[in-house]
């Protein structure tokens, strides 16, 4: 990745930010299919420097970023994968450039699971994210078969037992909305976790619904208006009050 403050070649800038190769990056500057702020540029060795530039390729502007923070509205019937098995991928519903600068999800959502998702291509956000050790809280709306009850309320706020787990996982908060729906709060992010407690409290989860990750939740803040399919990218306040600093 191109540095902030040292000229750089351009097809070396479209590169980093996914673009194709350097060579493919060579051909869509002479051909001219590349503008820089607005101006037409066919000279490849051309010397930018990031990170005040706007990329138009084709009629479609990107400015450039040193990392890509995005939040995508998941739909169903899409897998957190690059090689997906059964169903379309999440990256079929990003720009194909993203993909080729390394965009991955921030953990993962089941296929049938909906709602926000975060990606990036900055590891250390991801981690700080994703690892368990960090105990993102992770809020969902969950559809149940079967009616709910204070025991099960009680049961996830005091812990259930999973199998092969050591000890019990509590949810951080779990409020009943109507006799088959429930918010509920957990930090862990183990495997299929929140459908495990559910059985394991004596339900069943028929729907899955991601209303928050932190402190970002859909349809607030930077995310107002965005609908299922699409993404947008998380601002510098969002990213602050998800307690990250990029570098």
Known sequence: MPTLDKPQPLERLLQSQGFGSRKACRQLVETGQVKVNGHPCSQANTLFTPPSLTFTINAASWPWRRHLYLALYKPAGFECSRA??????????????????????????????????????????????????????????????????????????????????????????????????????????????????????????????????????????????????QWREIDATALSQLGYTPS
């Open 84 to 229: 997906p098995q059964h169903h379309s991928s999440i990256f079929s519903l990003l720009p194909p450039h993203f993909m080729e600068r390394g965009v991955q999800p921030v953990g993962r959502l089941d296929a049938d699971t909906t709602g926000l998702l975060l990606l990036t291509d900055d590891g250390n956000f991801n981690h700080a994210l994703a690892s368990p050790k960090r105990h993102v809280p992770k809020t969902y709306r969950v559809a149940v078969r079967h009616p709910v009850d204070e025991a099960q309320i009680s049961a996830l706020l005091t812990g259930v037992q999973l199998h092969d787990e050591p000890a019990p996982l509590v949810a951080l908060a779990a409020e009943k909305l109507t006799d088959t729906t429930l918010d509920l709060t957990i930090d862990q992010g183990k495997y299929h976790q929140v459908k495990r407690m559910l059985a394991a409290a004596g339900n069943r989860v028929e729907g899955l619904h991601r209303l928050a990750m932190g402190t970002l939740q859909l349809d607030e803040g930077c995310l107002v208006g965005l609908t299922e399919g």
